[in-house]
């Protein structure tokens, strides 16, 4: 019977002492959980406040972009209105009015304005550059600050959303800095949005009515060319003037190149009491018909007429002086003519006579 006893108490004292270490066990893995629990909870937190930081020194550096934010805006103000931009509208101006001028100008008036016009154009080129370029760094600054808006933004609805589904406790440190934070983001980005779009738009319209001027800058090329192809038509005409004059269209621009003057016109042949008994002109060519006339020594061998009230003959007008003669002088021409009785039919007639001196 003690010996009984004996038995169940150290069957008791036995099972407590298990007991004891099962708590003990239970304990220590609690302990252990928690610690874990608190570790995560720990680096969670020490993670979000990476974050927050992060976002914290975006919204520090945008509170400082807002005033280069207004140096933006005043920035494309100024190149609207700078010295450079009233420069080239002003060029275009004066090359356009020149451009304008020429079309209406014969060749030898023109060709001062023509440098004018190429002058002010160059001028123009160069500050349409400069000033697209200026405004092409004005807008993507800002669209660079509009992109940084756009991400810390969002950043900071993702962090919020993150915290919600991570059943962080919105009464937490945490979550009232994170929501204090998005409601500076919020407030900034609202602010912001408009007037960074605004400085957007205001250049694109500034680049485009740039680039309209551009299109006025063609159609002054346009007309530089056009006045550029006429120089090479005169020039191709006054290479063939002293040869074959009766090839050439008389035109504005050939004027130009010529004085003009009354003449009093009379004719002449071969016969002897026209020319005696010269079968050579004074200059040792064979008169023809068509083509000699004979001048005074104002005007010398070789030059050229044109005669407007003779174009319809075969002459189309055209005439060299090859001849003299002893009642030739001063504003008399005397025009060789195939017969005798054609001399006299032409009898003597005043006519507008261009003169061509090579």
């Not at 038995?7 to 893995?29: E, K, P, Q, T």
């Not at 959980?33 to 914290?56: A, G, H, M, S, T």
């Not at 005043?74 to 356009?96: P, R, V």
């Not at 016009?117 to 004005?138: F, K, P, T, Y």
Request: glycine residues 4%.
């Amino acid at each position: 019977m003690h010996h009984l006893k004996r038995r169940s108490i150290s069957i008791v004292v036995m099972l407590a002492s298990i007991a004891v270490l099962v708590i003990a066990i239970h304990s220590s893995i609690y302990a252990m959980e928690e610690k874990k629990k608190q570790q995560l909870e720990l680096e969670r937190e020490v993670f979000y406040e990476k974050q927050l930081d992060r976002i914290c020194s975006c919204m520090s550096d945008l509170q400082e972009d807002v005033s280069e934010m207004e140096e933006l805006e005043n920035a494309i103000q100024k190149l609207m209105e700078s010295e450079e931009t009233q420069n080239m509208y002003n060029n275009l101006a004066s090359a356009s009015e020149y451009a304008v001028k020429l079309e209406s100008e014969s060749i030898s008036q023109g060709e001062e304005d023509e440098q004018q016009a190429v002058s002010c154009l160059s001028e123009v080129q160069i500050l349409v550059d400069n000033v697209l370029q200026r405004n092409s760094d004005i807008a993507n600054q800002t669209r660079e600050m509009q992109n940084l808006c756009v991400v810390n933004h969002e950043a900071s609805r993702k962090l919020l959303q993150s915290f919600k589904m991570e059943n962080i406790d919105e009464s937490s440190e945490l979550y009232e800095r994170l929501a204090t934070i998005i409601l500076n983001v919020e407030s900034f980005w609202k602010n912001s949005e408009e007037k960074l779009q605004e400085i957007i738009d205001k250049s694109e319209a500034f680049e485009k009515e740039i680039l309209s001027k551009q299109s006025e800058c063609d159609s002054v090329f346009e007309i530089l060319s056009a006045f550029e192809n006429r120089k090479e038509a005169l020039n191709y005409k006054l290479s063939i003037l002293w040869d074959e004059p009766r090839e050439v269209e008389m035109d504005e621009d050939l004027k130009g190149y010529a004085s003009v003057e009354n003449y009093n016109v009379t004719a002449y042949c071969a016969c002897y009491q026209c020319s005696g008994n010269n079968t050579l002109t004074a200059s040792g060519t064979m008169p023809k018909e068509y083509r000699t006339m004979a001048a005074s020594k104002n005007l010398p061998f070789g030059t050229v007429l044109y005669v407007p009230a003779l174009k319809n003959t075969p002459s189309n007008g055209w005439y060299i002086v090859e001849d003299r003669g002893g009642a030739i002088k001063g504003n008399r021409l005397d025009l060789y003519m195939g017969s005798h009785s054609q001399a006299l039919q032409f009898g003597r007639q005043t006519m507008e006579v261009y003169v061509f001196v090579k």
